[in-house]
């Protein structure tokens, strides 16, 4: 019985009596027997935050989409697509006949008399002109046949031992297995099937017609686009001046060349003369925005310079927007426009701050002892 009456008063005293002996306390245990329920206490109201203390939080999606609606305003005036007048295709001279024709004028009947008529009658000859192409069939027959234009006579046994003779890069492989073997020879030189050095007048080597069967030009040909700086309103076609450039027909970023209905978008910075795709610059830029920002929160972060008072949306448009060729501004800003000039060009690698964009001190500092 004392024992019973021993743990009851120990209840009492440790449990019920620090329950009710505080105000607070005693309310906080009336409200649990009321709502039934253990956890009661009010939440603290958030405290609100004011000056430095206060910023906004934005996903990495949300600051994608700020970026990307960003630079669609400033590009949109400086895009264009393409039509098919403003391509300047390039003009190839690579075709057999164009090189000979080239090389060397067709020879005259005098020169070149026609050959014998019983030599035509001959069964066991064929007749090779000034292109002879052979096929080697590699079966184990081991025959040849031979096309023939016009010419002297060669003999299919001539033309297995003349096979030995021609040098690799002239041969090209055929996918049923034989083998095609273009030689020039000069019309009518019976004696040396393979005599190249009498195809002008002074003279001619493989190393020469390899230079005539090189493009006119650039490989990729040209594109007409307006003059760098110069918008293109589509509402407005009559504030333009209708005056054109002829740039490089390929895009830098994908390596592409530009075809028609391709957008393509120069730069609004006057001494910046290159054009890419829309997709391709606006995919640059918004990579580099994304680079930039993570880099300037890492230093604030190292540097304990957090200012969160600042506008978020302009720490997110305010990356350098340079032109990944030749690191000039691509995209101006109102700021820039009258300063551009006055600046001297950036070195490539030059990209610790790009633009002259607002640095901390301490940035400053190590930028400076670098």
């Not at 069964?123 to 590699?138: E, F, I, L, M, S």
Request: hydrophobic share 30%; glycine share 6%.
């Amino acid at each position: 019985m004392f024992w019973l009456l021993f743990w009851l008063v120990s209840l009492f005293l440790f449990l019920v009596v620090p329950a009710v002996c505080v105000d607070e306390n005693r309310r906080r245990w009336i409200r649990r027997i009321r709502q039934r329920r253990w956890n009661v206490d009010r939440p603290t109201a958030p405290v609100v935050p004011s000056g430095d203390r206060f910023h906004y939080v934005l996903s990495k999606a949300q600051e994608d989409d700020i970026r990307e609606s960003f630079l669609q305003d400033k590009l949109k005036n400086y895009t264009m697509q393409v039509a098919e007048e403003n391509i300047e295709r390039p003009r190839a001279n690579n075709t057999v006949l164009d090189v000979e024709q080239g090389i060397a004028p067709p020879p005259s009947d005098e020169e070149n008399p026609a050959p014998d008529s019983n030599l035509a009658k001959a069964d066991d000859h064929d007749y090779a002109g000034a292109r002879t192409v052979v096929k080697t069939n590699t079966s184990k027959e081991n025959t040849a046949e031979t096309d023939l234009e016009k010419g002297s006579p060669t003999s299919q046994q001539q033309n297995n031992n003349a096979s030995s003779k021609f040098p690799n890069d002239d041969i090209d492989g055929t996918p049923s297995g034989e083998t095609e073997l273009a030689v020039t020879t000069s019309a009518g030189d019976d004696d040396d099937v393979n005599d190249t050095d009498d195809l002008s007048d002074g003279g001619s080597s493989d190393g020469d017609m390899m230079e005539v069967i090189s493009f006119d030009g650039a490989e990729d040909g040209l594109v007409s686009v307006p003059l760098a700086g110069e918008c293109r309103h589509d509402v407005l076609p009559e504030d333009v001046s209708g005056i054109y450039r002829k740039e490089p027909n390929g895009c830098a970023i994908c390596l592409s060349p530009f075809e028609v209905e391709d957008k393509i978008t120069w730069s609004s910075n006057p001494s910046c003369q290159h054009v890419f795709h829309d997709t391709c610059i606006a995919d640059w830029l918004m990579a580099s925005g994304r680079k930039h920002l993570k880099k300037l929160r890492r230093e604030q972060r190292r540097t304990g310079n957090l200012s969160y008072a600042s506008d978020p949306v302009g720490k997110i448009t305010g990356f350098p927007k340079l032109c990944p060729c030749c690191r000039q501004h691509f995209i101006l800003e109102e700021e820039e426009d009258e300063t551009v000039d006055e600046k001297e060009t950036r070195d490539i690698g030059d990209t610790e701050n790009p633009g002259g964009a607002e640095l901390s001190n301490d940035e400053a500092m190590r930028i400076a002892a670098s």
